[in-house]
């Protein structure tokens, strides 16, 4: 027997091989998970709102930057993914009197979470050191990590009040928020519009 056949054939072995998998589907799971939420007016008909328009006072640079004249690469990223999810909506942009306007905001913060092998803040599990994964006492460290955030509005143009908002946020890779994680968590985020016939009548 060569020495591959007598490493599976250990039970620690496989253990490890086991546990090893397990972690990287993990970790897939994580990079493709964006926690979301929101909330709307219950008075409203949204099935009424057929075009939008960016909310006037949006601000040019969620990042913060110094820009005057020119958007920063997150909120060009965000606004042509906020674009392209109107379109799957069938909501059709115009220049004068829509009926909603678009207003998002954005932010990258690092966080913390305890492995305890019990969740994590995305709401899957997570299978690291700690007493799910090797019993009770187990050190269980803390992982850091990037979280992006982003909040979408619909703000009833007529009425000028918010209708719908929408939150996402997602651990990301970089201080950013990259080209495919905004299409990630924008199409997750609004992908909770419209509001069902049931939320709507609560």
């Known amino acids: 027997m060569n020495r591959i056949s007598r490493f599976f054939a250990r039970p620690v072995a496989l253990a490890a091989v086991g546990f090893s998998l397990l972690l990287g589907a993990t970790s897939c799971a994580m990079t493709s998970r964006v926690g979301v939420t929101s909330d709307f007016d219950h008075s409203v008909n949204f099935r009424a709102f057929k075009t939008w328009a960016w909310y006037p006072q949006q601000p040019t640079d969620s990042e913060g930057g110094p820009a005057e004249g020119y958007q920063s690469f997150l909120d060009t990223r965000l606004r042509t993914a906020v ?42 599990p997570y ?43 997602a651990q990301i890779d970089q ?28």
Do not use: C, H
């Not at 678009?102 to 979470?113: I, L, M, N, T």
């Not at 050191?129 to 979408?152: E, N, S």
């Open 83 to 124: 674009e392209s999810e109107m379109v799957k909506k069938g909501l059709t942009r115009v220049d004068k009197n829509p009926d909603v306007y678009v207003a998002y905001s954005a932010k990258v913060e690092d966080k913390q979470r305890s492995n305890a092998g019990y969740g994590s803040p995305f709401g899957y």
């Open 127 to 169: 299978y690291g050191y700690g007493y799910g994964a090797f019993g009770r006492g187990a050190y269980q460290p803390i992982t850091d990590y990037k979280a992006g955030t982003v909040i979408i509005d619909l703000v009833d143009a007529k009425r000028k009040q918010l209708a719908w908002r929408g939150f996402g946020e």
């Open 175 to 202: 201080q950013t928020i990259s080209e495919q994680e905004a299409y990630r968590i924008v199409g997750s985020v609004l992908g909770s519009y419209p509001p069902t016939d049931t939320q709507a009548k609560r």
